[in-house]
């Protein structure tokens, strides 16, 4: 007997045969003899419809308010997900953010879980009460209730998993795990079995988005395993944990074991890819020292983090410098608008700024241990003709950036190259790596 | 300059074009110089929808977390106000009923109000922030949100103006006020400048649904002054109030002045009309001491209130009685099923039940001392050959049941004889009386 933390996503309970169907399943996990605590989204396209009609009063809508608006959206998925649970002859209950326990900072719209205090959640679950919990918000010690961002149900997950000392988190999306690479994309994709929480962060920094790169954060640093699989399938899913799995939960019949890592481990677990790039680049740059310094500086100063590292261009004639940058969209702007105001002490000539980008990256483990990776990258994706733009690396991750429309190709070809493909085309529908 | 409680009804704020209008109007009562805390219903249909949701997943929406699911809406209109204001350059914040300090009992579906906290409005108001209230909400000392039942939204407004100490509790809705009837049926029905509170319970009681009957109940205990207006229109709309206007009100020039009262002051004030009446019949009770104190014991056991009193017919040969109450739809079927259960103990021979009825009431503070009013409406119902079924009265009400297919006719029969018909037809569309 286990204590499970089950997220269930947007799409899983998007309608009523959906919650229904998650009910069930919630009930056949307690019938196996685990407690559960469930965690939900808001329904479908709830939180894209609160948005449009918060753009109907509003240019700019107030962080405060926006978040008073979303959070209806899962106080509507938790309520209805209990009742369908009661109407299964269960005792079920909904919860909010804030009354499971999820104390935030104040920062409207993204906030940051401080502490959990689940007190609520451990005496409904001691009771035997199936406690069902708003996931994506929390609450202020002082105002108003906060939402957690994007993806933030994920973290609402792991968070709560690591504060009741859960044995499981039990990520259930639409797709039965993660995958080398989106099959929307590379058709040869296969689904990971188990991933590293290193791996799992690099993938779902730049790219994967099945889990929310904070909640795995959240899962390496407390120890929590997590797990990604199917809301409706038996699939075993992929499990993210740093060490082997714990001989109970493979010996627990009701907990689909894992399948044995391959023999011949790959060097590269997964390939992601995202259109969510731009390429901002400083023309015409004084070939004086400092300069590159304060470049950098204006932008760490604008964007959270500089995703991608930047690589310059000399043109030798002139003794000016190009400085390119790959940020995510918004950041790309933000860091133009802080470099505009800047430009008569930075002495650039010009800035251009292209969305027309995409970033491809791989990932594993195995490279640590394997320098001649890039070269094996880069020898692939000449041989294709593709052209890199911008490269990034750390210890288990490379990245680089090519022109849009070779982006889907260029993650074809690194799947194979670095030899990921499958015998047969998947034939579950995954969302991305 | 006063401190003004408004409220707007779910049609007042049922699309983005509203909740600016809604918008507009209380930064115009503001720049009037008042300070304003505001009371919401959710959007349209908004409730309906939720709980068609509900009905979706569950065959008997559990109380609890129906109000979990219900209170989203509050939450969405209530946000959507407060951006709206916010891009008119107000300062305005959202609240929902907790947080506003609506403290109520746990009855789930139907709270009352135990206490209102309102400091954080205060702060609001004193800070120069609009305050945008969730009504319909609550929360109980120890568990989740709690809405109060249908109307709730203007018990909330009123329960708050008497904790502010608010001069003025405004209900804005759809109508431009109270009319001595509902004008889709009566097209000479005249709007009421001014209405006593006991006028007013009545009238809501028995039919009127443009203010809610437990608002009034509090407006009357806390001395609330009460206006119900158009939330868009700029008429005088009804003011319910037992005593002459205070003179700052009068002579404020940005609060409409109500109008001189009618000098010939009508006995009757106003006649409403509901179909939402059935009448329960025990046929065949033994003519025996005790026995229609037993039924009557029964059903007032299983029901809230006896809205009307029962009328006994003899049946001389067999030394049998029949009693017939009227009362509201869902609470005959549950007195039907206590008499059922108790059969046997009573001896009654068998229970009808009907609702082909309605119930038109006649109310006004004047019948008081005209003890020939029930003599009138027999003869002016009688001469229009309108069946009487039911007849009950207090000291300021009287109402019949008749059949169905009469009730529209009655209320126009009344609505004249006791002199209210206006010498135009009404021209905007109310909705009750």
Do not use: N
Request: glycine share 8%.
């Amino acid at each position: 007997m286990a204590l499970i933390v089950q997220k269930y996503g947007g799409s899983s309970v998007a309608d009523s045969d959906r919650l229904q169907m998650v009910a069930r399943r919630i009930v056949a996990t307690r019938e196996a003899g685990h407690d559960v605590a469930i965690v939900v989204s808001a329904m479908g396209d709830t939180t894209d419809e609160l948005l449009q009609l918060a753009l109907g009063v509003s240019t700019v809508p107030p962080a405060r308010e926006l978040d008073m608006l979303l959070t209806a959206g899962e106080r509507i998925s938790t309520s209805l997900l209990a009742m369908a649970l009661q109407e299964l002859g269960q005792d079920a209950a909904s919860f909010t953010g804030v009354q499971a326990g999820m104390r935030t900072d104040e920062a409207f719209g993204d906030a940051r879980i401080l502490e959990v205090q689940p007190s609520r959640i451990e005496t409904a679950i001691a009771a035997g009460t199936i406690p069902i919990i708003a996931g994506f918000q929390g609450g202020s010690a002082d105002d108003g209730e906060t939402t957690l961002g994007r993806g933030g149900s994920d973290t609402t997950a792991v968070a709560l998993a690591a504060a009741l000392g859960a044995d499981i988190c039990e990520i259930c999306t639409d797709v039965d795990g993660l995958y080398t690479a989106d099959p929307r994309v590379v058709p040869h994709a296969r689904r990971l079995p188990q991933l590293t929480t290193e791996e799992a962060l690099e993938l779902t920094a730049h790219g994967a988005r099945v889990l929310h790169r904070r909640s795995v954060e959240i899962a390496r640093r407390h120890d929590v395993t997590l797990r990604v699989r199917s809301s409706f399938g038996d699939g075993a899913g992929t499990w993210v944990i740093d060490h082997p799995l714990a001989a109970e939960l493979i010996s627990e019949p009701t907990i689909a074991t894992p399948e044995e890592a391959p023999v011949e481990q790959s060097i590269v677990s997964g390939v992601t890819h995202t259109d969510d790039q731009s390429m901002l680049t400083v023309v015409g740059v004084p070939d004086v020292p400092g300069t590159a310094a304060a470049i950098f500086a204006v932008i760490t100063g604008a964007v959270a983090t500089v995703d991608m590292v930047g690589q310059t261009h000399t043109s030798a004639d002139t003794g000016l410098i190009d400085f390119s940058f790959a940020l995510p969209g918004e950041d790309a702007t933000r860091a133009a608008k802080a470099l505009q105001r800047e430009q008569e002490r930075l002495g650039f000539r010009t800035l251009t700024l292209t969305d027309d980008v995409g970033k491809v990256s791989i990932v594993g483990d195995g490279m640590r241990s394997t320098p001649q990776v890039s070269a094996q990258l880069f020898e692939a994706l000449s041989e294709e003709g593709v052209t890199v733009h911008l490269i990034a690396q750390s210890e288990i991750r490379l990245s680089v950036v090519v022109p849009m429309a070779q982006l889907e190709h260029a993650t074809r070809v690194l799947h194979r190259a670095f030899g990921l493909d499958a015998a047969e085309v998947a034939t579950v529908a995954g969302v991305a790596a």
